[in-house]
């Protein structure tokens, strides 16, 4: 029997007016057991992080179908660097702060708006930061297909 392979690929849009507005999609590696490579008709679960936080958001797949799976908070410790500047950017929309910690150098109190932290004074620092994020999970499966190897796009826009 010929092994069958599913790939999926995100291509996102952020439309809000807001400055900061980003929106990001990565596969949910909880969900898929840490496995990037799938089945037809599994389910694969994957996560949108936008912000604003609950920006509305449109998906259109290439393939398949798309069901709402559920949300959750995730915590992330990031090490931001600051190149003589007041601003730095994390990985992800920053939901709330838990903790911040300068190593070496003391930029005073930080501020985040989306994925930016803005120190109070600018220079040369390194900060390990410790933030919630706000994701949405959804899960998409696509049907048997001919191809050994198939791939679908999901694309995504806030509106």
């Known amino acids: 029997m010929a092994e069958r ?8 849009m ?10 990001d999609a990565e596969l949910d590696a909880a969900y898929n057991n840490n496995r ?8 694969v679960y994957y996560r949108i992080y936008t912000y604003p936080i609950l920006a509305t ?13 559920g949300s959750g908070y995730r915590t992330i410790e990031d090490i931001i660097t600051f190149p003589n500047t007041n601003e730095s950017n994390v990985s992800y929309p920053v939901n709330n ?5 300068w190593w070496g150098n003391d930029l005073g109190a930080i501020s985040a ?6 120190a109070s004074q600018s220079g040369v620092g390194v900060l390990k930061l410790s933030y919630r994020t706000y994701f949405r999970r ?10 050994a ?11």
């Open 5 to 12: 392979a599913l790939s999926i690929s995100f291509a996102t």
């Open 14 to 23: 952020a439309q809000q007016e807001e400055q900061n507005a980003s929106i």
């Open 36 to 43: 990037t490579s799938f089945s037809y008709g599994e389910k």
């Open 57 to 69: 958001i449109t998906q259109t797949p290439s393939d398949g179908i798309i069901t709402v799976e």
């Open 97 to 101: 702060i838990i903790s911040s910690t």
């Open 113 to 118: 708006d989306g994925k930016t932290i803005t």
């Open 138 to 147: 959804y899960g998409v499966s696509v049907p048997t297909r001919s191809e």
């Open 149 to 159: 190897v198939y791939g679908i796009l999901i694309y995504i826009v806030t509106t």
